[in-house]
């Protein structure tokens, strides 16, 4: 007697609206799934779907985790800024490339343990908390590199960002890796369950012993982490660091491809793997457009409209009409403490 | 009673301080031609601050003014130059489509009961999208109006004047005081900051409310949209870009909490006006680069969020002031 | 009493066969419910009885399915709290009130304030809200927020508010339930005057002292269904009891305890010990030992330090002077989880709020404590998680479909015994229950009271407050008495007896509701 597993069906209509999104691509240019090897990498407009919607579902993966526990983070798009900065100044300067992504790294984690500790300390609302280094993010960034475009050469940081692994873009493999260790990370202890404790309700957690800063300060520095990540692949990428245009609005790609993934901004329950989703949905309507020659522009209003039809299937005025998804395990019949006996139930 | 006016009084302060600082460092500071340009230049950013202070006062946000400037600047443009429209037509229309769009993120907000936060942000990526959608490129606005508005001027002697856009900001920051405070809608919108709930129990009139706030806010940036083409005499989709985070942290600074119920127009103003210092403190210096001006707002920011948070500690603290007979 | 003499004029408020139902369930069915001019008219009755259905249909919250609500004879269909307004039926919230952020004045006038010349003429609203606050004794800086006033000015703004609108009836929905004796002293005195000018009042409270001291008539509802409509005078307590519960109140809550051999048994050390322990403004330095196998009672008013004592124990609150010591080792109890570690639990008195963790499912409610307590490295499988839940679910009793739930869904009382699951399950020592019967059906009542008893039987130490002093009575073997943030009195064994506690609570002068 268990219960059924609620993982696919929870995440069906993620799924859905990305087949369905790939399918029209499909129908509009029937080389869409069309795959090549060349160099030992491969091409293709699939392929380019996973690999540019890779920075994106890379904040999705922070961003998720922050908003799981009620908050918001709108400060990656500068986090990403400032590691790309960093990593660029860093080696144009001769740095190794181990010290590189250390320092880059670093100076995400420093930027999440800052939001992590106006929220959980000082107790500032995350959106107000985070827009601080939104707005001053950007001007450490340029700090960092005097203002100036950094270029650099390194083929070592590059291969971050247009390398490939067993034929596939490093872009991919790292948003595969982060997401398998941040969902181990969550799903394999009791993090996951502490964050949506948070998320739902602070002080009745609190008041059960859950240790709310430091569950808020660890998903802010997590998702300073996801957004630095983010920087360096999208610096590896372009080969430098443009600290005025590196990730800027991605924090509102990030929200909308985990909002679009069916995490609630109100906390609670959340998906990893869902707001990925939520990201290569995105860009694949993004690719879609541009496939289909009308101008890049017109993606915002395409993206306004996906985030309206995510949010009315998500509002309270809509949700009231719709069947509640009964998960029905029955409560255990008595049954002998030494052996939890399967023929229990019906 | 003076801890109530307590944050004004501090953004007053650091504009006051701040100024004299500056005018002891660079004496041109402290002329009437710097102080004109000050309002000047900050004038769209002044006007759409005062409707996000009445949004956030209200205990919403509006994501999408900076997205409503750019596309009014271009829709003015196309209008004008390619739809042969006289400029004041073009403004009505304008207006009216501007203000017709933040009813309409308004309705959404109230009827669905969505947070203001993703539909003002979906605002912002749909006016944007119609303003690309309109023109891509920047439109030079050449109607002769446009020169006449633009010389159009308080002039006072040693070269300072109060142009057009500055004077259009003063009214509108006149206009939102007394709007704020001596009428029922202003007393509503507190109200709705205050509690939602009990507002509406009060018999507030929340969704009116709700879209009206969201119309004055659309309405607002749609006339900075027109002011900033005056100001640049051009018409382009991606102007005024990152306007909303400005407008908000100027909100910030000038002492409005940003959960809604607390705070003055006025405080807002002073907040632009603390911003413009900055920018033109760094101009005047020159060896500055302009990344300081951003981590200077931030600095600023951090420290006026933390002014408040004790403030609203030190108030909510003490319950109970004795009154009965 | 003020029994209104009987005309042939009609009521001023009269519901016939009021119905509503919500997907499927009948809220209210049929009822009849009468105000008369210059009454004070308790509205009475368990949860899920209908009342506060009833008066969101007067209030037009809600819009009823059947019936007729006549307002002095005038068939009336309020569409909003607005128009209720206008047609004369003001109602006072128990918690959410008027607007903090506001001014008293404003807060007075919010809506219809005083206009000239096409503003708010804010010089007359202030002169206005003065003289409106007059006769219910209020003066005060009207130009000052309104959160900066105590809950029981706030109160009375807010009636004086109604009334000002021209209430004729006015509803009072639990007005009483946060406020301290001398605050419903003097909010009693506004109702009595109120009364006196021909004010219908319904006054909805679950203090049935409230109800004998002050109201002229009773209406009871249960499960939507009207029971009767009665006197007060002419309706014993037991009756009224047999008519909210349809049933007789279970023998085990109102048995006194055997006074105990507790002069030997103080002998035992303590499990925990308090020594000069307390919080600036919040409570009183005192002392404190519990013994296992021991329910000690905290009995006081409301606002009396009961709660903050509780706080204090579990360091939801942090000491600021005093010592604790668990088994005679000295410790610092510095936050919950301090606490935590120590063998405590802690169930709060606003279960909602620092209680549950209402999306998350009953399960999860359940081992929340255990899991936070082992750290997060250290989870609990799945289906070790699955058995603890259904062992508590059967062993309590929990009323739920299925343990994954979400915990919100459920009535109050089957949410109070998940709460005592999870702190079951981590197998505490000592639990610190707060208000552990309020707000839950009589059922659950009778089943929280024998938990307790049995939980002390198994030789668990309890601390546990009650504003139910009959309930206290029943279970503690001490009873430590507060007042006015202090701690005034300890009864043990034979003295823990009602009238001892009250004696207690009011051997100084202050001003208590008699109790009967």
Same mark, same amino acid.
Request: contains cysteine; aromatic residues 6%; proline residues 5%.
């Given at each position: 007697?268990?219960?059924?597993?609620?993982?696919?069906?929870?995440? @069906?209509?993620?799924?859905?609206?990305?087949?369905?999104?790939?399918?029209?691509?499909?129908?509009?240019?029937?080389?869409?799934?069309?795959?090549?090897?060349?160099?030992?990498?491969?091409?293709?407009? @699939?392929?380019?779907?996973?690999?540019?919607?890779?920075?994106?579902?890379?904040?999705?993966?922070?961003?998720?985790?922050?908003?799981?526990?009620?908050?918001?983070?709108?400060?990656?798009?500068?986090?990403?800024?400032?590691?790309?900065?960093?990593?660029?100044?860093?080696?144009?300067?001769?740095?190794?490339?181990?010290?590189?992504?250390?320092?880059?790294?670093?100076?995400?984690?420093?930027?999440?343990?800052?939001?992590?500790?106006?929220?959980?300390?000082?107790?500032?609302?995350?959106?107000?908390?985070?827009?601080?280094?939104?707005?001053?993010?950007?001007?450490?960034?340029?700090?960092?590199?005097?203002?100036?475009?950094?270029?650099?050469?390194?083929?070592?940081?590059?291969?971050?960002?247009?390398?490939?692994?067993?034929?596939?873009?490093?872009?991919?493999?790292?948003?595969?890796?982060?997401?398998?260790?941040?969902?181990?990370?969550?799903?394999?202890?009791?993090?996951? @369950?502490?964050?949506?404790?948070?998320?739902?309700?602070?002080?009745?957690?609190?008041?059960?012993?859950?240790?709310?800063?430091?569950? @808020?300060?660890?998903?802010?520095?997590?998702?300073?982490?996801?957004?630095?990540?983010?920087?360096?692949?999208?610096?590896?990428?372009?080969?430098?660091?443009?600290?005025?245009?590196?990730?800027?609005?991605?924090?509102?790609?990030?929200?909308?491809?985990?909002?679009?993934?069916?995490?609630?901004?109100?906390?609670?329950?959340?998906?990893?793997?869902?707001?990925?989703?939520?990201?290569?949905?995105?860009?694949?309507?993004?690719?879609?457009?541009?496939?289909?020659?009308?101008?890049?522009?017109?993606?915002?209003?395409?993206?306004?409209?996906?985030?309206?039809?995510?949010?009315?299937?998500?509002?309270?005025?809509?949700?009231?009409?719709?069947?509640?998804?009964?998960?029905?395990?029955?409560?255990?019949?008595?049954?002998?403490?030494?052996?939890?006996?399967?023929?229990?139930?019906? | 009673?003076?801890?109530?006016?307590?944050?004004?009084?501090?953004?007053?302060?650091?504009?006051?301080?701040?100024?004299?600082?500056?005018?002891?460092?660079?004496?041109?500071?402290?002329?009437?031609?710097?102080?004109?340009?000050?309002?000047?230049?900050?004038?769209?950013?002044?006007?759409?601050?005062?409707?996000?202070?009445?949004?956030?006062?209200?205990?919403?946000?509006?994501?999408?003014?900076?997205?409503?400037?750019?596309?009014?600047?271009?829709?003015?443009?196309?209008?004008?130059?390619?739809?042969?429209?006289?400029?004041?037509?073009?403004?009505?229309?304008?207006?009216?489509?501007?203000?017709?769009?933040?009813?309409?993120?308004?309705?959404?907000?109230?009827?669905?009961?969505?947070?203001?936060?993703?539909?003002?942000?979906?605002?912002?990526?749909?006016?944007?999208?119609?303003?690309?959608?309109?023109?891509?490129?920047?439109?030079?606005?050449?109607?002769?109006?446009?020169?006449?508005?633009?010389?159009?001027?308080?002039?006072?002697?040693?070269?300072?004047?109060?142009?057009?856009?500055?004077?259009?900001?003063?009214?509108?920051?006149?206009?939102?005081?007394?709007?704020?405070?001596?009428?029922?809608?202003?007393?509503?919108?507190?109200?709705?900051?205050?509690?939602?709930?009990?507002?509406?129990?009060?018999?507030?009139?929340?969704?009116?409310?709700?879209?009206?706030?969201?119309?004055?806010?659309?309405?607002?940036?749609?006339?900075?949209?027109?002011?900033?083409?005056?100001?640049?005499?051009?018409?382009?989709?991606?102007?005024?870009?990152?306007?909303?985070?400005?407008?908000?942290?100027?909100?910030?600074?000038?002492?409005?909490?940003?959960?809604?119920?607390?705070?003055?127009?006025?405080?807002?103003?002073?907040?632009?006006?603390?911003?413009?210092?900055? *920018?033109?403190?760094?101009?005047?210096?020159?060896?500055?680069?302009?990344?300081?001006?951003?981590?200077?707002?931030?600095?600023?920011?951090?420290?006026?969020?933390?002014? *408040?948070?004790?403030?609203?500690?030190?108030?909510?603290?003490?319950?109970?002031?004795?009154?009965?007979? | 009493?003020?029994?209104?003499?009987?005309?042939?004029?009609?009521?001023?408020?009269?519901?016939?066969?009021?119905?509503?139902?919500?997907?499927?369930?009948?809220?209210?069915?049929?009822?009849?419910?009468?105000?008369?001019?210059?009454?004070?008219?308790?509205?009475?009755?368990?949860?899920?009885?209908?009342?506060?259905?009833?008066?969101?249909?007067?209030?037009?919250?809600?819009?009823?399915?059947?019936?007729?609500?006549?307002?002095?004879?005038?068939?009336?269909?309020?569409?909003?709290?607005?128009?209720?307004?206008?047609?004369?039926?003001?109602?006072?919230?128990?918690?959410?009130?008027?607007?903090?952020?506001?001014?008293?004045?404003?807060?007075?006038?919010?809506?219809?304030?005083?206009?000239?010349?096409?503003?708010?003429?804010?010089?007359?609203?202030?002169?206005?809200?003065?003289?409106?606050?007059?006769?219910?004794?209020?003066?005060?800086?009207?130009?000052?927020?309104?959160?900066?006033?105590?809950?029981?000015?706030?109160?009375?703004?807010?009636?004086?508010?109604?009334?000002?609108?021209?209430?004729?009836?006015?509803?009072?929905?639990?007005?009483?339930?946060?406020?301290?004796?001398?605050?419903?002293?003097?909010?009693?005195?506004?109702?009595?005057?109120?009364?006196?000018?021909?004010?219908?009042?319904?006054?909805?409270?679950?203090?049935?002292?409230?109800?004998?001291?002050?109201?002229?008539?009773?209406?009871?509802?249960?499960?939507?269904?009207?029971?009767?409509?009665?006197?007060?005078?002419?309706?014993?307590?037991?009756?009224?009891?047999?008519?909210?519960?349809?049933?007789?109140?279970?023998?085990?809550?109102?048995?006194?305890?055997?006074?105990?051999?507790?002069?030997?048994?103080?002998?035992?050390?303590?499990?925990?010990?308090?020594?000069?322990?307390?919080?600036?403004?919040?409570?009183?330095?005192?002392?404190?030992?519990?013994?296992?196998?021991?329910?000690?009672?905290?009995?006081?008013?409301?606002?009396?330090?009961?709660?903050?004592?509780?706080?204090?124990?579990?360091?939801?609150?942090?000491?600021?002077?005093?010592?604790?010591?668990?088994?005679?080792?000295?410790?610092?109890?510095?936050?919950?989880?301090?606490?935590?570690?120590?063998?405590?639990?802690?169930?709060?008195?606003?279960?909602?709020?620092?209680?549950?963790?209402?999306?998350?499912?009953?399960?999860?409610?359940?081992?929340?404590?255990?899991?936070?307590?082992?750290?997060?490295?250290?989870?609990?499988?799945?289906?070790?998680?699955?058995?603890?839940?259904?062992?508590?679910?059967?062993?309590?009793?929990?009323?739920?479909?299925?343990?994954?739930?979400?915990?919100?869904?459920?009535?109050?009382?089957?949410?109070?015994?998940?709460?005592?699951?999870?702190?079951?399950?981590?197998?505490?020592?000592?639990?610190?229950?707060?208000?552990?019967?309020?707000?839950?059906?009589?059922?659950?009542?009778?089943?929280?009271?024998?938990?307790?008893?049995?939980?002390?039987?198994?030789?668990?130490?309890?601390?546990?407050?009650?504003?139910?002093?009959?309930?206290?009575?029943?279970?503690?073997?001490?009873?430590?008495?507060?007042?006015?943030?202090?701690?005034?009195?300890?009864?043990?064994?034979?003295?823990?007896?009602?009238?001892?506690?009250?004696?207690?609570?009011?051997?100084?002068?202050?001003?208590?509701?008699?109790?009967?």
């Amino acid at each position: 007697m268990t219960r059924p597993a609620p993982g696919p069906s929870r995440n @069906l209509p993620q799924y859905g609206a990305l087949a369905a999104v790939l399918l029209a691509n499909w129908l509009l240019f029937p080389d869409f799934f069309s795959i090549r090897l060349q160099d030992g990498r491969l091409f293709g407009s @699939l392929i380019d779907v996973l690999n540019r919607g890779a920075p994106v579902a890379l904040l999705a993966i922070g961003m998720t985790m922050v908003i799981a526990t009620r908050g918001v983070d709108l400060s990656v798009g500068a986090v990403m800024a400032i590691s790309g900065a960093v990593a660029a100044t860093l080696t144009q300067a001769g740095w190794g490339l181990a010290p590189v992504l250390a320092a880059s790294l670093g100076a995400g984690l420093l930027c999440g343990l800052w939001n992590g500790l106006l929220v959980a300390v000082l107790r500032i609302q995350p959106i107000i908390a985070t827009l601080i280094l939104m707005v001053a993010g950007r001007g450490i960034a340029q700090l960092v590199t005097e203002g100036q475009i950094v270029t650099f050469t390194s083929p070592g940081l590059a291969f971050i960002g247009s390398g490939s692994f067993l034929t596939v873009p490093m872009p991919v493999v790292i948003t595969a890796v982060l997401l398998g260790v941040t969902a181990l990370l969550v799903r394999m202890t009791a993090l996951g @369950l502490m964050i949506e404790a948070v998320g739902v309700n602070q002080l009745s957690s609190a008041g059960a012993g859950v240790n709310t800063p430091v569950v @808020l300060v660890a998903v802010y520095v997590w998702c300073g982490l996801c957004a630095a990540v983010a920087g360096l692949v999208v610096a590896a990428d372009i080969r430098g660091a443009d600290a005025n245009n590196a990730g800027l609005w991605l924090e509102l790609d990030a929200i909308l491809a985990v909002v679009v993934g069916g995490t609630s901004l109100l906390g609670g329950r959340f998906g990893l793997l869902r707001s990925v989703v939520g990201a290569l949905i995105l860009q694949a309507m993004n690719t879609g457009i541009l496939l289909s020659g009308f101008k890049p522009e017109f993606n915002l209003i395409v993206k306004a409209g996906v985030l309206m039809v995510v949010l009315l299937l998500q509002s309270p005025t809509l949700t009231l009409f719709l069947p509640r998804p009964a998960s029905p395990r029955p409560i255990r019949p008595p049954a002998k403490p030494e052996s939890p006996s399967p023929s229990a139930g019906a | 009673m003076i801890h109530r006016f307590l944050p004004l009084l501090v953004t007053s302060a650091v504009l006051v301080v701040g100024f004299l600082l500056c005018a002891a460092q660079f004496p041109a500071f402290a002329s009437l031609r710097v102080v004109g340009n000050l309002l000047t230049d900050n004038a769209f950013l002044g006007i759409t601050a005062v409707g996000m202070t009445f949004v956030i006062l209200s205990g919403g946000i509006d994501l999408s003014v900076g997205a409503v400037i750019g596309f009014t600047t271009v829709l003015l443009a196309v209008l004008i130059e390619q739809g042969g429209w006289h400029p004041v037509s073009a403004f009505a229309v304008a207006l009216a489509v501007a203000g017709g769009f933040g009813a309409a993120m308004g309705a959404v907000i109230h009827v669905f009961q969505m947070p203001p936060f993703i539909v003002t942000l979906a605002g912002m990526f749909v006016a944007r999208g119609l303003g690309f959608v309109l023109s891509t490129d920047s439109i030079p606005i050449n109607h002769p109006l446009y020169a006449e508005l633009g010389d159009l001027a308080l002039r006072f002697d040693g070269g300072g004047k109060l142009t057009l856009p500055a004077l259009l900001m003063l009214g509108v920051v006149a206009a939102a005081v007394v709007c704020a405070h001596w009428t029922r809608f202003g007393a509503n919108l507190y109200a709705l900051g205050g509690n939602r709930q009990s507002a509406e129990l009060m018999g507030v009139p929340v969704g009116r409310t709700t879209v009206a706030v969201y119309a004055l806010s659309g309405l607002l940036a749609g006339l900075a949209g027109i002011v900033f083409s005056l100001y640049t005499g051009a018409g382009y989709s991606l102007a005024a870009t990152g306007v909303e985070l400005d407008t908000i942290t100027a909100v910030v600074i000038g002492g409005t909490q940003l959960t809604g119920g607390y705070g003055y127009v006025i405080g807002t103003f002073i907040g632009v006006l603390i911003q413009g210092l900055i *920018q033109t403190y760094i101009t005047f210096d020159g060896s500055l680069s302009s990344w300081w001006t951003k981590i200077a707002i931030g600095v600023l920011l951090f420290v006026f969020i933390l002014l *408040q948070k004790g403030l609203l500690a030190v108030w909510t603290g003490r319950g109970g002031a004795p009154a009965e007979a | 009493m003020t029994d209104p003499t009987p005309t042939a004029s009609p009521p001023l408020l009269a519901v016939r066969g009021l119905s509503k139902a919500f997907l499927g369930v009948q809220a209210l069915d049929g009822v009849d419910f009468t105000v008369r001019h210059g009454e004070i008219h308790a509205l009475l009755g368990e949860n899920g009885a209908g009342k506060s259905t009833l008066i969101k249909t007067l209030t037009g919250v809600y819009q009823r399915d059947a019936g007729t609500v006549t307002l002095e004879g005038r068939a009336i269909a309020p569409r909003g709290v607005e128009e209720a307004q206008r047609l004369h039926i003001g109602t006072v919230y128990q918690e959410v009130n008027l607007l903090p952020n506001l001014s008293v004045a404003e807060n007075l006038f919010l809506g219809r304030q005083p206009m000239r010349f096409g503003l708010v003429d804010r010089g007359a609203m202030r002169r206005r809200a003065r003289a409106v606050l007059i006769p219910y004794g209020l003066s005060l800086d009207v130009t000052a927020p309104l959160g900066r006033f105590s809950v029981a000015t706030q109160q009375i703004v807010a009636i004086a508010r109604a009334v000002d609108m021209s209430a004729k009836v006015l509803i009072l929905d639990e007005p009483t339930a946060s406020l301290d004796a001398q605050e419903v002293a003097v909010l009693f005195k506004v109702m009595r005057t109120l009364r006196s000018r021909g004010i219908g009042i319904v006054f909805v409270t679950h203090f049935l002292d409230q109800v004998y001291a002050l109201c002229d008539r009773i209406t009871v509802l249960r499960n939507g269904l009207l029971v009767g409509e009665r006197r007060t005078a002419e309706l014993p307590r037991l009756d009224l009891v047999a008519m909210m519960l349809g049933r007789e109140l279970e023998a085990a809550a109102h048995r006194i305890a055997p006074p105990g051999n507790d002069g030997e048994e103080d002998a035992r050390p303590p499990l925990v010990r308090f020594r000069g322990y307390g919080k600036a403004r919040s409570v009183e330095p005192f002392d404190l030992d519990i013994r296992p196998g021991e329910v000690v009672g905290l009995a006081g008013l409301l606002g009396s330090g009961r709660t903050e004592t509780a706080r204090l124990v579990f360091g939801m609150d942090r000491a600021d002077r005093g010592e604790a010591a668990v088994d005679g080792q000295a410790v610092r109890l510095r936050g919950p989880r301090d606490a935590i570690r120590l063998g405590f639990g802690f169930c709060p008195e606003d279960r909602k709020k620092e209680g549950i963790v209402g999306a998350l499912s009953v399960r999860e409610n359940i081992i929340l404590a255990l899991q936070a307590r082992q750290g997060w490295l250290r989870p609990i499988p799945r289906r070790r998680q699955e058995e603890i839940a259904d062992r508590f679910i059967r062993l309590l009793d929990i009323r739920t479909p299925h343990a994954e739930q979400p915990i919100q869904l459920l009535s109050g009382g089957n949410q109070q015994k998940a709460l005592l699951a999870r702190w079951l399950a981590t197998e505490p020592r000592l639990l610190i229950l707060d208000e552990p019967t309020r707000g839950i059906d009589v059922g659950a009542h009778a089943e929280i009271i024998r938990l307790i008893e049995r939980l002390c039987a198994d030789g668990m130490a309890l601390l546990v407050v009650s504003s139910e002093l009959e309930e206290i009575v029943a279970y503690s073997r001490r009873v430590v008495v507060l007042r006015d943030r202090r701690h005034v009195a300890e009864l043990r064994g034979g003295e823990v007896a009602v009238d001892r506690i009250v004696a207690a609570i009011a051997s100084e002068p202050v001003p208590v509701e008699p109790r009967p």
